[in-house]
């Protein structure tokens, strides 16, 4: 199995531009989890997905940030539009549905000029 | 809500000396998780304790899981450079799914 994939791994964008990332989760795979890590902040959980359902979105910061889980393979998390304090690495993670371990993809830097 | 709390923050220790880090909740576990983050990489699960008072070995890595279960040590036996990285423990909060991540504890080692 290729593990958890994301893209881009790097993607740089002027303040104010639409930002999306894309996650593909490891197949069988029925939660889909959303985080950022900065410096600041350290790891925090932005959304989740059971069964390609959104159970938990407390942790989006505002309404710039959306997500979407269309099928069972494919998930994307939007920021419109993007500020500067949006720059951090975004993971996504999948696992099986009752709190067990979760697989991380290798993340997408981010940066907002 | 729930916060699970780790300490140190950041260790620097020379090879061959141990490590320890400890994690520490408000309320009681159903198990808690740990995984450790290669600098510039993504975190990767380490284990799962379930059990009150449950001890696991993996080489030289010991975790331990307290008898009230809110709390959780990973402890590593002469460190080796191989072992630079952030542990973080994790708890299920609220729904099953769901896991909180401590704030991590960096270990840098040099020889």
């Known amino acids: 199995d290729a593990g958890v994939i994301q893209s881009p791994r790097h993607e740089v964008t002027e303040m104010g531009q639409e930002v999306t990332l894309r996650c593909k989760p490891i197949s069988g795979h029925n939660s889909l989890f959303w985080y950022r890590q900065t410096m600041m902040r350290g790891l925090e959980l932005l959304i989740y997905?059971?069964?390609?359902?959104?159970?938990?979105d407390s942790g989006m910061p505002e309404d710039r940030f959306s997500a979407k889980m269309p099928n069972a393979s494919f998930s994307t998390l939007k920021i419109q539009p993007s500020e500067p304090r949006d720059s951090a690495v975004y993971f996504c993670?999948?696992?099986?549905?009752?709190?067990?371990?979760?697989?991380f993809g290798p993340g997408t830097r981010l940066t907002v000029t | 809500g729930q916060q699970v709390m780790q300490i140190p923050q950041y260790q620097h220790v020379q090879e061959g000396e141990d490590f320890t880090t400890y994690c520490n909740s408000s309320t009681t576990l159903s198990n808690i998780q740990w995984y450790k983050q290669r600098p510039g990489g993504h975190p990767v699960f380490l284990i799962q304790?379930?059990?009150?008072?449950e001890v696991k070995k993996q080489k030289r890595l010991t975790f331990q899981f307290g008898e009230a279960k809110k709390n959780s040590s990973l402890h590593i036996t002469a460190t080796q450079t191989t072992d630079v990285g952030t542990y973080f423990c994790a708890a299920p909060t609220g729904t099953a799914s769901k896991l909180t991540f401590g704030t991590g504890t960096r270990l840098q080692v040099t020889l």
């Open positions: 993670a999948s696992s099986f549905p009752g709190g067990g371990e979760q697989y």
């Open positions: 304790l379930v059990k009150s008072g």
């Open positions: 997905f059971n069964n390609n359902v959104p159970i938990d």
